[in-house]
């Protein structure tokens, strides 16, 4: 059975850090894509950052040059470290994972999602 378990949301200042984590268990090669998305009230799921089975990483334009995913595969550990935080940073970010994707930042191509952690980023 897979899990996924995010953790390291909080309540930060704007132009704060946080770094999230999901620990993976279970079928390890449904983790080769993995992704980040986030959800505030009342919006749709958008893929924030993703990793495809090759290792490439794709970013939404709205946090690129702030936000970096990495993948630690010996600890099946999922991480977004997170920048210069905004008040529009403000949702409940998830991690999800499958064995293929056609879009490691489309909600719909994964099957396996984490409980999600919350981020509040204000003053």
């Known amino acids: 059975q897979v899990q996924l378990v995010e953790s390291g949301g909080g309540s930060v200042q704007p132009g704060g850090s946080l770094t999230l984590s999901c620990a993976a268990s279970?079928?390890?090669?449904?983790?080769?894509?993995m992704g980040w998305f986030r959800q505030a009230p009342g919006k749709e799921r958008e893929g924030v950052a993703g990793?495809?089975?090759?290792?490439?990483?794709s970013y939404a334009e709205s946090v690129k040059g702030r936000f970096t995913i990495s993948k630690d595969n010996a600890k099946n550990t999922l991480y977004l470290q997170m920048n210069n935080l905004k008040p529009e940073d403000t949702a409940m970010y998830y991690c999800?994972?499958?064995?293929?994707?056609?879009?490691?930042?489309?909600?719909?191509?994964?099957?396996?999602w984490g409980q999600g952690t919350q981020v509040t980023v204000s003053s």
């Open positions: 999800a994972a499958d064995l293929w994707t056609d879009g490691v930042l489309v909600p719909d191509e994964y099957n396996y």
């Open positions: 279970g079928y390890t090669d449904i983790h080769n894509c």
């Open positions: 990793i495809d089975r090759d290792g490439s990483t």
